[in-house]
Structures are given as C-alpha cells and as structure tokens.
C-alpha cells in the first residue's frame, strides 16, 4: 500500500507539473499573440498618420521643392533667352510709359497697363534665375534722357551681354534681338501725341511682340529648363493674343 501511495502521489505530482507547464506555455503564447497584432496596427496606424499630412503639405513636386526649376540645371539657350528676354521686356516698358501721357485711346492706355503689368514680374522672374544660375545680368537698356525726349537705348543689340566674341554670358557673339525699335523709332514715339501716338504705338508694339515671339520659339525650339520653357510658352500665347487685338484697334483708328 506504501509503495502505490507514493507512485501515486509520484504519478499525481508530475501530471500537476505537467499541467502547470502547459497553461504556462499557453498563457505566453497567449499573451504574444494579443500583443504582437496590437503593436503591428499601432505602427501601421502611425505610418499612415504621419505619412498623408506630409503629402497633402507638399502638395506635387514642384510645390515640395524649396526652389522653382529655374536654379537647376540649364543651358546655353535657357542663358541667353532669359538675358535678352529681361533687355527686350526693359524696351516694352520704356514704350508703355510714354502712353498715360501721350495716348488719346482709352484702349491704347488699357493695353499699355497692362503689357507692362505682365512684364515687370516676368523681367524679376528671369532676374531671379540669372541669379540662381550664377549668370551675367544684362546691363541697362537706357542712357541719359535728353531734354523733352527719351533716353537713347541700344535696341537693336544686346547690351549687358558681353563683346563680341565673348559667349560666357551665354549670348551668342554680335546676336541681336528681333523686334527692337532704333532710337529714331523711340525719339519718334516720345514725339508723338494723340492719334499719331496710338498709332505709333500699335504699329511699333506689334513689331516688338513679333521679335518677342520669335526669341521664345527659340528657347521652345532648344532650351532645357522646364520653368523657362513654360515662360517662353507663356508669352508666345498672350502676346500673339496681344498683336491679334493691336491690329483690331488699329483699324478703329
């Protein structure tokens, strides 16, 4: 009776430890189990969290980038087309200026206003790449005024914009620029009043869209940089759109 009272007891004691074991394991496996899914969604709630403000702050590429296009890379028609462009849009303003005090148009003044509204931040806009870029400014197109005229400008070239010979500005050695008046042109324009200046002015600002239209297919044709190409596409359509209604005002004259 001793010897089978202890196997057991014996028998009794393991199967316990047994059964002790065994709700230890589960109780491990468990706990590993309710936690491990727990962490994983935590983590992957947070990823989400913190990843949509991100991309609804930075909105496309462009927006997310800490500078436009235009600082980075270029070439040598990008160069020369911001140069001229600032020199040639300088020449339009200079034109727009004389018409508050010499149009007799309403239209003509209108128009006037509003060429040299677009253009002042379009010549900012190329001043700020030619910065970027580490590039030549082009010089003044003014010199001094003479007494009840304009001040004469060279028109007709590309002041600012290095000797002939000299291409480090990215301006191509003694190019010109199209559609730019001659300082006999400008004198005749400051001399006008009236009807002959709304005249003047329509004839000549037409000119000038053509030259600027022309530089822009040039830059279209071989520039590389995306914010200057968008530029160059940008005045190709309003100031075609611009010649379309100068020539309409011209035959209301």
């Avoid at 057991?8 to 491990?28: D, E, N, Q, S």
């Avoid at 931040?121 to 010089?139: H, N, V, Y």
Wanted: net charge negative; charged share 15%.
């Amino acid at each position: 009776m001793n010897t089978f009272a202890r196997s057991g007891a014996a028998a009794l004691t393991a199967a316990l430890a047994f059964t002790l074991a065994a709700c230890g394991g589960a109780t491990t496996t468990a706990t590993n189990t309710t936690t491990a899914p727990s962490t994983t969604s935590a983590g992957a709630d947070t990823s989400t969290m913190m990843s949509e403000p991100m991309k609804s702050a930075g909105g496309s590429t462009k927006m997310s980038s800490p500078a436009s296009e235009a600082s980075g890379e270029h070439n040598a028609a990008d160069l020369t087309f911001a140069q001229m462009m600032i020199v040639h849009h300088q020449g339009a303003i200079e034109m727009t200026d004389l018409a508050p005090n010499r149009a007799e148009s309403t239209q003509v003044k209108d128009l006037a206003a509003r060429i040299q509204a677009a253009q002042g931040p379009e010549i900012e806009q190329m001043q700020t790449w030619l910065t970027a870029w580490g590039a030549a400014m082009p010089g003044s197109t003014a010199s001094t005024t003479t007494e009840g005229g304009m001040g004469g400008m060279d028109h007709g070239g590309t002041p600012g914009m290095g000797n002939e010979g000299d291409t480090s500005s990215g301006a191509a050695p003694g190019m010109s620029m199209p559609g730019m008046m001659s300082d006999a042109q400008m004198q005749q324009l400051a001399d006008a009043s009236g009807a002959e200046f709304d005249r003047l002015f329509l004839e000549m600002m037409i000119m000038h869209h053509r030259g600027a239209i022309e530089m822009a297919d040039t830059e279209i044709a071989a520039g590389s940089n995306p914010d200057a190409l968008a530029l160059a596409e940008s005045i190709k359509t309003s100031q075609t759109a611009e010649i379309a209604e100068m020539q309409q005002l011209l035959e209301t004259l």
